[in-house]
């Protein structure tokens, strides 16, 4: 039996009135628990009534946790926690993160007795008052303590008619209710702020997963976000067939009322199932996000290392003639024969066919600058960085004379190193001593 309950059932005088309630409550609970009456066999109009009382009570006490944990310092501190927040989580088990947010909610709810005051009656719930705090906590510092009052219950009214989301986004503009003349200025200098961090915490991870897929995990600024997703939606129009069975993009393509969409999209890259199933919009979104990868501009982009952007698949021409067998990336995957022959067609990617025609790769000492079909020729024996032990990918790294091209060294592809950028800085730093081995690695030693 818990400390809350044994007090409250001992009958000793002056038992506080938050222990007294909590075990009211508990004993409530056991009560029902222990009747056996199954509330499935209730009307609808009661079942709905009792949905939406349960949710506030819910809400009414997790305003009184939150109360409790607001001035829980001590029961940390008893104990050595880190905090009340942390104490609590280990103590029921419970995800720290959900409990260092509630932690924080309980502070900052001291300074805004009308949210607590909705949260306590249950009026609001706490994703409702998470959401009214972080817009009253970004009205000017200077403002009327009247006008943030005012501003206050402004939001709380609101969340009456909309969800935690919704309040959030209307919170964004609530300076026009309660200060009109200040609101451009200062949605300016919020959005100015809300950018910058946006650039500071853009992410993006490329995971393979071994499967043949990579798994693809990111964060980007709302802005970006909203050129994807028109882009895709150009390959995803709703006017497309999303029931047919193999349409092709061209055919997709002629019956789009906008012409959205490029006819040159493959064969149900994102509406065809096959089958007459229509395909999730999720799924749709991920094949349209590949043909768009597929077709960038490539031509357009800054070069690497060199060389226009481009993905180097090297494959025997039988191979390639017959679509049977695996394709080696230059970026260390594979793909299939058949993959390889339908990307051939497109600047993206460029076969290097073993036993077929090439390009000129000897250029002497008619050029200074390697060419970049050199570079690629190159990788095909040389996948990475040619400095033992760096495993940069040959497709990061920048072209290196072995013989100095000003001391007579040839730009052929015998005399051509492809290093990474921390390493093409060591073969032209005097400090350095470059030995090379046999296999064509190379060392680097700081001279004494």
């Not at 798994?215 to 050129?227: C, N, Q």
């Not at 060389?307 to 080696?328: I, Q």
């Not at 200074?368 to 570079?375: D, E, V």
Request: proline residues 5%; hydrophobic residues 40%.
């Amino acid at each position: 039996m818990t400390g809350v309950r044994a007090g409250a059932q001992s009958g000793a005088v002056g038992v506080h009135p938050w222990v007294a309630c909590v075990a009211e409550l508990t004993g409530s609970l056991d009560r029902l628990a222990g009747s056996g009456v199954d509330p499935d066999w209730l009307d609808v109009p009661t079942k709905a009534a009792l949905l939406v009382e349960l949710a506030r009570v819910g809400e009414r006490v997790a305003s009184l946790r939150l109360q409790v944990l607001a001035g829980a310092s001590d029961v940390a501190a008893a104990d050595g926690a880190r905090s009340a927040g942390a104490w609590l989580a280990h103590a029921t088990r419970q995800d720290p993160g959900r409990l260092r947010f509630e932690e924080r909610l309980a502070s900052r709810l001291e300074s805004y007795g009308a949210t607590r005051a909705a949260l306590g009656a249950g009026e609001v719930s706490v994703g409702h008052a998470a959401a009214v705090l972080d817009a009253l906590e970004e009205l000017p510092a200077d403002l009327d303590p009247d006008a943030v009052a005012r501003a206050e219950v402004h939001l709380l009214g609101e969340c009456v008619s909309f969800t935690p989301r919704q309040v959030r986004r209307l919170g964004r503009h609530l300076l026009r209710v309660v200060a009109p003349e200040r609101a451009d200025a200062h949605e300016e200098a919020v959005l100015n702020a809300e950018e910058a961090r946006a650039r500071v915490r853009t992410r993006l991870t490329l995971s393979p997963q071994g499967d043949g897929t990579t798994r693809i995990t990111g964060l980007i600024p709302d802005l970006s976000a909203a050129v994807l997703s028109r882009a895709l939606e150009a390959y995803t129009n709703p006017r497309r067939d999303h029931h047919g069975a193999g349409t092709t993009g061209a055919a997709a393509g002629a019956g789009d009322v906008d012409g959205a969409g490029p006819a040159h999209v493959e064969a149900g890259v994102v509406g065809a199932a096959g089958d007459g199933r229509r395909i999730p919009a999720e799924v749709r979104r991920g094949q349209a996000f590949c043909a768009l990868v597929e077709h960038l501009p490539v031509d357009g982009l800054p070069s690497q290392g060199g060389s226009p952007v481009a993905v180097v698949a090297t494959v025997e021409l039988d191979k390639l003639t017959e679509a049977l067998g695996a394709v080696t990336l230059d970026t260390g995957g594979e793909i299939s024969a058949a993959q390889a022959r339908r990307l051939a067609c497109q600047h993206a990617l460029i076969p290097a066919v073993m036993g077929g025609a090439s390009v000129p790769l000897d250029l002497g000492r008619s050029a200074r600058l390697f060419s970049h079909h050199q570079a690629r020729a190159h990788t095909i024996t040389h996948r990475q960085c040619q400095t033992d032990g760096c495993d940069i990918p040959a497709a990061w790294c920048e072209r290196h004379h072995r013989t100095p091209w000003n001391t007579g060294g040839p730009t052929d592809l015998a005399n051509l190193v492809l290093l990474c950028a921390h390493h093409h800085h060591r073969a032209h730093d005097p400090t350095y001593t470059t030995t090379w081995s046999e296999a064509g690695a190379v060392t680097f030693h700081r001279r004494t």
